[in-house]
């Protein structure tokens, strides 16, 4: 009896402990802001990573804390703070915060993005994902990247102005092909206008402290034809776009197959005869994620990357003499190429560096009270990871606003995506892929479709900005996606057969 009582006493005293020197533990700093709505009215509405960056410098530590309304976020602006709690404790960080307007009014809570992180679902989607998106499926789906490869590159010598819009068609025809058989004809098919307006809603969405229903629940009950209830009416039609996304190519696929006409595809792959209700759904959100996801992002790289070749010719020259020593002038690049190419895959990783394509990763949720670095972190709370501030911090990458590739040449030639070549200068795969349970599954299947289209496109241009233009300053667009604004170029074709 005395042992069992003594080991009770021990445990509670622990636990009292624990619970008193936690009480004590403060947040980390930040800007107060206003009683009620906190900093709402402080936040910026342009490169917010920027200015969480430097109110980190201002506040100091390794988090920044602030709260909008009853809501409370941590800005990790550091790589150590990012591996040590989305990484190594990635059981508790791999939470969503909850946005009403995005999950529940556009109806959205099933998403690849926005699943908690404890579903039973999170882990069958990170699955099926990973399979459908390694690297056995580019080797499937070659054919596929290298068409289409092929008619973004006569787009950009037939109408080069239309830079952008042939980027987009490119990037919606891969991802509907892989995702569901789909043919994109033109620049004009829905689907492409779709993904641009999907993206655009999920940031609007998803804005801090734009609706008022994320933070006041009694506003989650208001009829939809109240007077002031407009955030519902504006998601009522949001939702019949979002619900585009994933309903409609499944449906299509669904027919296909019923037809005996469809082509082989993510989709097509995972449909059988006799599935649940519930697998067919997850089938569809997966599908829908490849959609959603790939599209825009592979847009904004790409942009960044034609700004900066422009910007940057000898770079952009020694990667094409690369290219033309590899594949030659009497064939283009193929995905077979791609591995061959090292200097290329460190002008990628230098491009993904200089202009990331999330600055700020989508927010994770800690699941349960914590400590870091001598703060107390509630459960409950938001947690944004600021890629820029990371793959800007000197002491990590030094003269950080220098674009140089040079930072990721292996001496060896060797072309192996995690490795840098210099030792504290880390590969950013690391960090713009996402973290722990949230990291994309993707990765496998997008470096490599990059880096053909940029192979591609320096084999058959040279990127050039006008003589009469002044010198550029590089800007940001601000969304969940992000590239460098664009300024106009010129694509000199470099064999008449273009």
């Known amino acids: 009896m005395f042992p069992v009582l ?19 533990l403060g947040l980390p700093p930040g800007p107060l802001g206003r009683p009620i709505s906190g900093i709402q009215s402080q936040l910026p509405k342009s490169e917010p990573w920027k200015t969480y960056a430097a109110w980190g410098v201002r506040y100091g530590g390794p988090m ?23 990484e190594r404790r990635a059981a508790i960080y791999s939470g969503r915060p909850v946005s009403w307007m995005l999950n529940t009014i556009c109806g959205r809570a099933n998403t690849v993005f926005n699943i908690s992180g404890v579903h039973p679902r999170h882990k069958i989607y990170r699955r099926l994902l990973q399979g459908g ?34 980027l987009r ?23 492409i206008s779709i993904a641009d307006q999907s993206s655009k809603i999920s940031g609007w969405a998803l804005a801090p402290g734009r609706w008022l229903v994320d933070y006041l629940p009694i506003l989650r009950f208001i009829p939809a034809w109240f007077p002031f209830a407009h955030f519902k009416r504006r998601g009522a039609q949001w939702r019949e776009i979002l619900d585009s996304v994933s309903d409609v190519p499944h449906s299509w696929v669904k027919a296909q197959i019923a037809a005996g006409t469809n082509i082989l595809s993510f989709t097509s792959r995972l449909l059988r005869p006799g599935m649940t209700e519930e697998e067919e759904d997850i089938v569809k959100w997966c599908a829908g994620a490849l959609y959603a996801g790939a599209a825009d992002t592979t847009v904004s790289a790409m942009i960044s990357f034609i700004m900066l070749m422009a910007l940057h010719p000898s770079v952009q020259d020694r990667a094409r003499d690369e290219i033309d020593s590899i594949v030659g002038l009497g064939r283009v690049p193929r995905i077979a190429d791609v591995g061959r190419l090292p200097y290329l895959l460190a002008v990628s990783k230098e491009v993904m560096r200089y202009a990331p ?51 990721f040449v292996h001496g060896s030639g060797s ?12 590969d950013p795969n690391a960090y713009i892929f996402g973290f722990g349970r949230r990291k994309c599954p ?18 058959a241009f040279v990127i050039t900005t006008p003589e009469s233009s002044k010198a550029v300053a590089v800007e940001f667009t601000t969304g969940i996606t992000s590239h460098i604004k664009s300024f106009e170029t010129r694509f000199a074709r470099r064999h008449p057969e273009v």
């Open 64 to 86: 920044l804390s602030f709260r909008v309304y009853n809501r409370r976020t941590f800005v990790l602006n550091t790589h150590t703070a990012v591996h040590n709690l989305l």
């Open 415 to 426: 072309s192996d995506l995690r490795v840098s070549a210099r030792a504290g200068q880390p």
């Open 6 to 24: 003594s080991l009770s006493v021990l445990l509670l005293t622990a636990a009292l402990v624990w619970i008193w020197c936690h009480s004590f």
């Open 169 to 191: 068609r490119n990037a919606t025809a891969v991802i509907m092909k892989v995702a569901f058989g789909y043919s994109v004809l033109g620049s004009d098919d829905p689907f």
């Open 442 to 459: 993707g990765i496998q299947f997008a470096e490599p479709a990059l880096l053909l289209s940029m192979a591609c496109i320096l084999h």
């Open 357 to 407: 394509v999330a600055n700020l990763a989508l927010p994770h949720q800690v699941t349960q009270d914590d400590s870091y670095a001598g703060y107390r972190i509630p459960a409950g709370t938001t947690i944004v990871p600021n890629v820029w501030a990371v793959l800007h911090d000197p002491e990590l990458y030094p003269e950080p606003f220098t674009f140089d590739p040079e930072r």
């Open 133 to 166: 998106l390694s690297a056995q499926a580019v080797k499937d789906y070659s054919p596929i990247l290298e068409d289409e490869v092929d008619v973004l590159v006569r787009g950009l010598s037939e109408t080069p102005a239309q830079l952008e819009q042939h």
